[in-house]
């Protein structure tokens, strides 16, 4: 192409992080998308929503077959959103502008950037929060220390020292930027399948082997309790990664062909998270049988073991992997998001700083508290958020623009993606109109109305909230983006291309 013919980008609307991948920087292969999912997969999170489903009553077969479906299911839209960042090199975000507008996809990305920054508090509170057990052994004053935040926090001064402490730590690295985790990420690689199978045998060996541990039955004294705890349960394993299955892209954009990002995907994600799972559930069975209740929280696990130098090496190591998982997951994608909002004012460190401050504000210690918690509340509840995004971005690359995009145009403020002033209401209508059905539910999960005020039926739908958020708005888009788009003209198709933008991914 002549380079007098090229469409400059909007400078409002690209920067750095957001333009399209070129080719020839493309270079990851089935290899790089497995061992990603793997990395991702091996952190305490997943340990935790494993032993969760044991505590909430599930026996070792129920919850690891839960756990694989939840996987199965999540891995569609990753692998469906995941082909347009292979396609075009192109982010969540500016992916999000074909169906959201170029300004109205701020919506979606700051829906998901949000989230991303609970995940950061949650993560940065097990860190924390392990390294406070470490420190508590060589300084016992750290558990009598006064307190000094109010009781409805829910917060010990000596454990909230020693978290603050690590989100300083976090903070300290985003500055650093993300090279300098690098070398953490391989010691995760190493050290955490090691630690984990070394839980393991100790949970294997004090219990007497596996028989007694995996002999522990269900909970549930009736079908219906059992089915009353599974689709919610369900629904919180979908939601796990449904955040992933929204900004994959991000990671996708990188993929050396198509078959790379899917065959690495489908390989890694399932089969890590049912093995690394299955550690879990193992574990944590094993506490029943050990001392005669269920610890699902491995950090206060291990907290019970006897030797001082055995639990501050343990302690030290979640610490470690979890800085690593932290910046590699949960602050990549959000900063990317923010930056999206302000290209020209928000950076990579700026928008990873804003991470970390609504990370300490959603008061992560809460929300992993208990398992109900930790599924009904926080994993069930922003599934019904991005539930909707996600059917509103695939109905609209599949059925609405069949795989095509224009490229130049989802940099241009008066492209075909500006709809009107930059926003297309069609979505934000779906998206509403995805979320409402969840809402009356997730008021009464976490205590705001009362289950007898609120219809039995709209309860219930809550149990299903990514399914019906990602149907509704799929559905409710596409009727009202059919009489958009009659007769508009095709794209110019990807090899319109911008300024370092790349063609079309050949399949």
């Known amino acids: 192409m002549n380079p007098a013919t090229e469409i400059a ?67 569609v839209p990753m692998l469906l959103n995941g082909r347009a960042g292979a396609q075009y090199g192109i982010p969540f975000p ?50 009598t220390l006064p307190a000094v935040f109010p009781a409805s926090w829910g917060l010990a001064t000596g454990p909230a020292i020693v978290f603050l402490l690590f989100w300083v730590l976090n903070m300290y690295v985003v500055y650093l930027g993300v090279d300098s985790i690098r070398k953490l990420l391989v010691f995760k690689a190493f050290f955490l399948p090691v630690a984990a199978l070394a839980l393991l045998w100790w949970a294997i060996s004090a219990g007497n082997g596996l028989g007694p541990i995996l002999a522990q039955p269900s909970k549930f004294t009736s079908s219906a309790q059992f089915w009353a705890f599974f689709f919610p349960s369900l629904t919180g ?39 690394f799972s299955f550690v879990g559930v193992v574990v944590t069975s094993a506490t029943f049988v050990i001392y005669g209740k269920t610890i699902w929280d491995p950090v206060v696990l291990a907290g019970k073991f006897d030797s001082k130098l055995l639990v501050s090496f343990a302690m030290l190591a979640v610490a470690l992997s979890t800085l690593a998982t932290n910046i590699a997951a949960n602050i990549v994608s959000p900063a990317n998001d923010f930056a999206n909002f302000s290209p020209a004012r928000i950076s990579f460190k700026t928008g990873g700083y804003i991470t970390g401050v609504i990370g300490l504000l959603i008061f992560p210690w809460k929300l992993i508290a208990d398992p109900s918690g930790y599924i009904f509340t926080w994993l069930v509840g922003y599934s019904g958020l991005l539930g909707p995004i996600g059917g509103i971005m695939i109905a609209d690359y599949y059925l609405i623009r069949q795989q095509q995009l224009d490229v130049p145009d989802l ?93 079309s991914l050949a399949q």
């Open 237 to 275: 394993m979908v939601g796990f990664w449904a955040t992933l299955s929204l900004n994959i892209p991000d990671f996708t954009r990188y993929a050396t062909s198509q078959r790379a990002q899917q065959m690495g995907q489908a390989i890694g994600l399932p089969t890590s998270m049912t093995l």
């Open 94 to 143: 500016v992916f999000a502008r074909a169906s959201f507008g170029v300004r109205g996809a701020n919506v979606p990305a700051l829906l998901r950037a949000i989230i991303a920054c609970g995940w950061f508090g949650i993560q940065t509170w097990i860190g924390g929060y392990a390294l406070y057990q470490m420190a508590v052994l060589w300084v016992p004053g750290l558990a």
């Open 411 to 503: 940099y241009q403020y008066h492209g075909r993606y500006a709809y009107r002033n930059g926003v297309n209401r069609a979505a934000l209508l779906a998206l509403v109109v995805g979320i409402l059905p969840n809402v009356p539910g997730f008021l009464t999960a976490i205590g705001v109305l009362d289950k007898g005020a609120v219809w039995p039926g709209l309860v219930a739908v809550y149990n299903y909230a990514w399914f019906v958020g990602f149907l509704v708005s799929g559905a409710v888009y596409l009727l009202l983006m059919r009489a958009q788009t009659a007769g508009q003209p095709a794209p110019r198709g990807p090899e319109a291309a911008i300024p370092n933008s790349s063609p």
């Open 9 to 75: 980008p909007a400078p409002g609307l690209t920067s750095p992080d957001l333009a399209p991948v070129a080719p020839t920087e493309r270079t990851w292969g089935t290899g790089n998308y497995a061992a990603l999912w793997i990395s991702m997969s091996l952190c305490i999170p997943t340990y935790m929503l494993a032993s969760s489903l044991i505590e909430g009553g599930m026996n070792w077969w129920q919850a690891l077959l839960t756990i694989f479906l939840g996987n199965t299911i999540v891995l």
